[in-house]
C-alpha cells in the first residue's frame, strides 16, 4: 500500500530503495510552494523586515545547496 506524499522520489528508485537508503527528492512545484509557505508566514507574522531577510537567507541557502551540490560552480564564475 503507497501513500500520497508531496514530494518525488529520486530518479528511478523503488520504494523499497528509498524505505533502505532514505534517498528522496522534492520537485520544484513542491519546493515553492514550501518557500511560499515560509515566506507568508515570515511577513505576516513578522512584517516587511522579516519577510526581507527570510528572502534573502533563503537565496544564500539556495546558493549553497547549489555550490555542495555541484550544480554552480563559483571559481568558474571568478575567473572571468
Known amino acids: 500500500m503507497t501513500t500520497a506524499m508531496p514530494w518525488a522520489w529520486a530518479g528511478d528508485h523503488t520504494d523499497a530503495h528509498v524505505r533502505e537508503t532514505g534517498e528522496w527528492m522534492m520537485n ?9 509557505m515560509a515566506l507568508g508566514f515570515a511577513g505576516y507574522f513578522g512584517g516587511f523586515w522579516a519577510f526581507l531577510l527570510v528572502l534573502v537567507l533563503g537565496v ?3 546558493i549553497v545547496g547549489l555550490v555542495v551540490q555541484g550544480d554552480l560552480d563559483l571559481h568558474a564564475r571568478r575567473q572571468r
Open 28 to 36: 520544484a512545484a513542491t519546493t515553492g510552494l514550501v518557500a511560499g
Open 60 to 62: 544564500a541557502g539556495l
